[in-house]
């Protein structure tokens, strides 16, 4: 039986708990779907905790409470995510609980973990239910019930554990999100972990760092989460040195909140750390000067990170900077600083699209630079811009050609003297379809009127394959099965390609199209374009149906139904 822990064990315990998180946080990754499916939870709670490993390992301790202070003030710096926050600060009520404790008992841990609990609680603005708050709060609940009676530090985690894991159990039918993803909540996943390690510290077996990971035992569905999961596109946080130790920071609460949601603010006498959701990320930062200096700031786009996962890629974020920089200096020092070329005409024209069928079709309609993208290959916004430079216009129209690439292609309006205006065109062949109205008579806003009207005539089936096992929508799917989808919502899932046209054209027949064109790809012979043509000319006789080689990855057929 154990009946206290002193400070070089505590020390020991919150060291173990990290390693054995850090074992486990692919893991948690591959359940990370909830506030959204940016799958990062195990990372950040891992990056979290190891700032608060380096801040211990610095130093010898004389009392828990010395620990306690030093975790928390490393947790608070060093939180990544919300996650990250909010585990900076459980530890940051367990500090102030354990204030002037030398040793620590059983009824002092369960006291400190309560705290922790209800500071949480209180810095998220909306706390939620079936997430790690969930989790910590059940754990500590049953913590303090065990010490009305007993005393042994053992039984206390055993008790702690065993809650908690019923309730981690019960987050899949507390949140719907999870519930969709068919996963637990991630957070509340690693958590656990940080407990089960301090115990196993606590009974002399302290858990090393490795640096080797755990296979996932479950994983998300990425593919299942569509864009309705993620309303506020930027994951951001950052650290603000107060201008004063007792600012009030209500009023900026509130305001963060209204231009995003996830938000969650930690706080000691120095500083304060925000992580928030939102769109406007240049707004949140701004507004926090007014509260004191701004030491450090992390945004991320989850939109994009999300799409990686569900492609079955690895998430870009800002610990791959020290690559992406590199690899920028290495691009720039081969090609000189582009700039504006001077407007010579009033209209300009640039598009993405992948394929050298698909550029020589661009090409045709007038468009004067390509950007080379599409699904998977997403161009940043200094691709889009430098071929906007290119253009010798006062106003270059940009179609971006797939959901993903409008907002890249949005910001290069700021970044250039000339107007950029942006078609929403969702499809290549929404983007043909404006070309074919483009008419430099107009006058600008006519002319994206018109534009943008032009893509709604258009409906879009891509053929593409399944690169694994998933569930959509209620639909299981195999890897390496032919997928059709219609305006980009999943329409069926075969492996019979003859199968899957025939689908396709029973779907596209409630357009009544007068014009059906065939963009063949990379991957596909004539041969079996010839077929496809063939059988949408047999089903649809009064058609004009159009084959042409596009060439582009990824999809097998673009089938445009007009």
């Known amino acids: 039986m154990v009946h206290s822990i002193d400070a070089a064990l505590f020390k020991s315990m919150i060291i173990s708990g990290a390693a054995l998180l850090e074992q486990h946080k692919q893991q948690i990754n591959e359940l990370n779907v909830f506030p959204v499916p940016d799958g990062d939870t195990g990372t950040n709670m891992s990056l979290t905790m190891g700032s608060g490993v380096t801040a211990l390992q610095a130093h010898e301790y004389e009392t828990v409470t010395a620990v306690a202070d030093a975790v928390a003030s490393a947790l608070l710096r060093g939180a990544r995510g919300n996650s990250g926050v909010i585990l900076s600060l459980l530890f940051r009520g367990i500090g102030k609980s354990l204030k002037e404790k030398r040793v620590c008992t059983a009824a002092d841990l369960a006291a400190a973990l309560t705290r922790g609990v209800e500071v949480a609680y209180k810095a998220v603005m909306r706390p939620t239910e079936g997430t790690i708050l969930t989790v910590s709060r059940v754990s500590a609940e049953a913590a303090r019930a065990y010490v009305e009676s007993g005393e042994d530090l053992e039984e206390l985690f055993d008790r702690m554990l065993s809650a908690g894991d019923e309730a981690l159990a019960g987050t899949t039918e507390q949140n719907p999100v999870l519930k969709k993803a068919g996963v637990v909540d991630a957070g509340g996943k690693g958590y ?3 407990l089960r390690g301090m115990l196993s510290a606590l009974l002399g077996h ?5 640096g080797s990971e755990d296979e996932p035992e479950n994983t998300a569905d990425f593919a299942a989460m569509g864009d309705e999961e993620i309303t506020f596109a930027f994951d951001t946080v950052f650290i603000v040195r107060k201008n004063h130790p007792d600012v009030d920071l209500d009023p900026f609460r509130e305001y963060l909140s209204s231009i995003g949601d996830s938000l969650v603010i930690g706080e000691d ?4 750390k925000v992580h928030v959701h939102t769109n406007t990320p240049g707004d949140a930062l701004n507004a926090a000067q007014q509260y004191g200096t701004l030491e450090l700031a992390k945004i991320e786009n989850m939109v994009t990170q999300r799409d990686d996962l569900a492609a079955g890629r690895k998430a870009q974020s800002t610990d791959d900077l020290a690559q992406v920089e590199k690899e920028l200096e290495a691009m720039e020092s081969e090609s000189p600083e582009p700039v504006d070329v001077p407007p010579e005409r009033r209209y300009g024209l640039v598009a993405v699209c992948a394929g050298s069928g698909m550029e020589a079709v661009f090409k045709n309609l007038g468009v004067d630079a390509l950007v080379t993208g599409g ?3 997403n161009p940043s916004t200094e691709d889009i811009l430098r071929a906007v430079q290119t253009v010798p216009a006062e106003t270059v129209f940009v179609l971006p050609n797939n959901k993903n690439i409008i907002m890249a292609a949005q910001q290069c309006d700021r970044l250039t003297k000339k107007n950029v205006v942006v078609i929403p065109s969702k499809t290549v062949p929404q983007g043909i379809s404006a070309l074919v109205c483009f008419d430099d008579t107009l006058s600008p806003d006519d002319l994206t009127e018109a ?3 032009a893509c709604g005539t ?3 089936a891509l053929v593409t394959y399944a690169a694994r096992d998933s569930e959509f929508d209620g639909t299981e799917i195999k890897a390496g099965e032919y997928l059709a989808l219609l305006e980009n919502q999943l329409l069926a899932s075969t492996s019979d390609l003859a199968q899957l046209i025939g689908g396709i054209a029973d779907a596209v027949r409630d357009f009544d199209p007068e014009v059906l064109t065939v963009f063949y790809g990379e ?9 496809v043509e063939e059988k949408l000319a047999a089903l649809f006789p009064d058609a004009d149906i159009q084959l042409i080689s596009g060439g582009q990855p990824v999809y097998y057929y673009m089938i445009s139904a007009e």
Do not use: C, G, K, W
């Not at 302290?206 to 490795?210: G, I, K, M, S, W």
């Not at 006498?269 to 304060?272: K, M, Q």
């Open 269 to 272: 006498d120095e500083a304060f």
């Open 375 to 377: 699904q998977t290959m």
């Open 206 to 210: 302290p858990v090393e760092h490795t």
């Open 523 to 531: 991957d596909v012979s004539e041969e079996a374009a010839r077929a």
């Open 458 to 460: 258009v409906h879009t």
């Open 451 to 453: 534009m943008t009207d």
């Open 192 to 194: 656990l972990y940080i």
